[in-house]
């Protein structure tokens, strides 16, 4: 009886094991073949038949989209654009958190529900196209970084998360006469370092991610084109064939290696930054949402 | 009385000089989320409109409902309210059960590093862009060396490719699986939570009892996350219309048209590409107002639900 109860277990463990392989293996399997592929001699790649390992091993593909000024370009704006968004936007939230965790501060409920309304309530696309236009941020850097700045739930985040912090604190400081400012410089934000990881995490990679915005608003201008945009273009132009096809600069300009190589290398220039990061805040961002979801 | 009135001004002004430093620190941002999220709500207005460039707000012809009746009377609008139901309700059901479902798998694997292991990797498509996850899936499915058609022919299943992007029937499918690829891990982190938040001795109780591993998770680990699978079941219902308009952009093609167009995209094309403001700012407005609904009645489910369960 005993026996037979233990063998059920190393079956049940088994097969479980194995279904979390078979995870392993689908979700990095594509990952590690567009890597392969984008260290893959472009011409040999077209023959195909490549899994996880390069066949023949170049780093042209790479040498070539870093010759192109468009997407050099592109590198940049991207990379400037999730530097300033994310301390714009780490600054914005931990301020406006902090005045809504002080449950003395006047206008709080207030701006709390008016923040929330945000969140359930959106005009939509044309309302805010129209917006932009009338604030000129059309063909303009900013379109990235002002209308991100305030993420309603990114405060709610970090409210919680100083609400948890003992009061007691702040309040020593106050009878020494320290102002709300430097209360929330010297004691609340270096005790909020997890929480702050976390949504600078957030931030960065949603402003490193987006391309919408720079199809809607700068779809026109190389200048502000982002990587993702241009990894979309590539994407739209060799796959469905559709509009972008035909104004497409960078395609044109390709001669040496093919859309596809190029593809595979642009996108690991746009997960390796990612890769590099998340996994080191992986237990704040775990612990974050948890809070996040059982507070809301 | 008026002396009461006077005084209370005075202090709350007080007050407010006091805190001058908060409002310093959140009347700034509290302003760029008036312009940023309250202005293009005012923009609903020109649902009620023929809202044309260049004219001021009083030179708008005023039109009424004409745009709804507009919207209700176009037989596209019908195919793209199928299209966002039925992908929302598929990303739904999906959403919800894959991620139960690895989660107590992932729990039930007792070797700590592999446990580990693969709850970091199972992250990682979160944070990649959708850009980046519709060119791994055209690679994938390609009828040109994708693993997918390889594996089925060399399996057997087919004799040859299947041309997955050019079937309108396969589409909510793949942008479902996609869907799953991207958020099962990321998704699975509150249910991975709630888990180790149970009583372990829960376990212990019952393997005395002489429950299997199975007995064990249908019997104490589903019923411990139960209450966080219907709070966040009934909080995802108010999105159900809301499901974003990425993945199907960026996953579609002209073949698949009339299975990938959801209201969003339906808005951008015929209120931006043809520069009818008024009616996709009409249908944009439709999907909002649906959204609410759809939460006030999820809120009210959800109060009615844990109503019961204090009683």
Redesign the interface.
Known sequence: MKRKKINVDRVFNTFNGLIMAIVLIVTLYPFLNVLAVSLNESLDTVKGGITIFPRKFTTENYKVIFTYQNLLNAFFISVLRTVVGTVAGLIASSMVAYTLSRSDFQARKFFSTFLVLTLYVSGGLIPGFLLMRDLHLINSFWVYILPAIVNAFYIFMIRTYMEGLPFELQESAFIDGASDITVFIKIILPLSTPVLATIALFIAVGQWNSWFDTYLYNGSNDLLSTLQFELMKILQSTQTGSDMARNNNVLEQMTTVTPDSIKMAITIVTVVPIIMVYPFLQKYFVKGMTIGAVKS | MANVEASKVDL?VK??YQ?R??????VP??I??L??????????I?SFQNFKLGRTFFEQEWVGLANFIQILSDKQFYLVLRNTLAMSVMGLIAGFTIPII?AV??N????TG?KK??Q??????H??????V???F???LST??G?VNDILMKLGFIGEPIQF?AKGKLFWWIVTLADI?KE??WNS??FI?AITAIDPQLYDAAKVDGC???RQIWHITLPGIRSVVIV?LI?SI?NLVRIGF?KQM?L???LVFDYSEVL?LY??KY??GLNR?SF??A???F??LV??CL?FTANGLFKHYSKESVM
């Open positions: 709350f007050k407010m805190q430093y908060l409002y310093l620190m959140s941002f509290i760029l989320v312009i940023f999220n309250y202005i293009p709500i005012w923009g609903w020109m690895f798998s992932l039930e694997v007792s070797h592999y292991i693969v970091t990797i199972s992250y990682l498509p944070f990649v862009s959708w850009v980046v519709a060119g791994i055209y690679k994938l040109d060396g693993v992007m690829w099962m891990g982190i509150i939570s299997g591993r199975f966040l909080l108010g990425e960026l579609s093609n002209p969003d808005a951008l209120g931006l403001f996709g700012t249908i944009g407005m999907s909002s959204s609410v939460l």
